[in-house]
């Protein structure tokens, strides 16, 4: 499974970017995609799941803001960032889960205030 990241970038306070995940490769049963991000000098944290049925859960950080969306027919996960603030400053990472947990490469998300 490969899994490829893009949309990050430089952005002010209050601005939007959209991230997508494009997953190549996949043989077997999705159970679940997401996006996690790390910020320098913390550790990996969850932002947005969303599961084959479609039901997602997000960080009650970025809840109201984030909208976390996928297109089974493309295999392409995506996260709509509004509104987007200092603290979400990161690289932002996309996950998959069939049998095991794969990643991608991560994509840059820096909010200047």
């Known amino acids: 499974v490969q899994l490829q990241a893009s949309g990050g970038g430089l952005v002010q306070t209050g601005e939007s970017l959209r991230l997508t995940c494009a997953a190549s490769?996949?043989?077997?049963?999705?159970?679940?995609m997401g996006w996690f991000r790390q910020a320098p000098g913390k550790e990996r944290e969850m932002v947005a799941t969303?599961?084959?049925?479609?039901?997602?859960n997000y960080a009650d950080s970025v809840k109201g803001r984030f909208t976390i969306s996928r297109d089974t027919t493309k295999n392409t996960l995506y996260l709509q960032m509004n509104n987007l603030k200092p603290e979400d400053t990161a690289v932002y990472y996309c996950?998959?889960?069939?049998?095991?947990?794969?990643w991608g490469q991560g994509t840059l998300v820096t909010v200047s205030s």
């Open positions: 969303i599961a084959d049925g479609g039901t997602t």
């Open positions: 490769g996949t043989a077997f049963t999705i159970n679940a």
């Open positions: 996950n998959l889960q069939d049998f095991r947990s794969h």
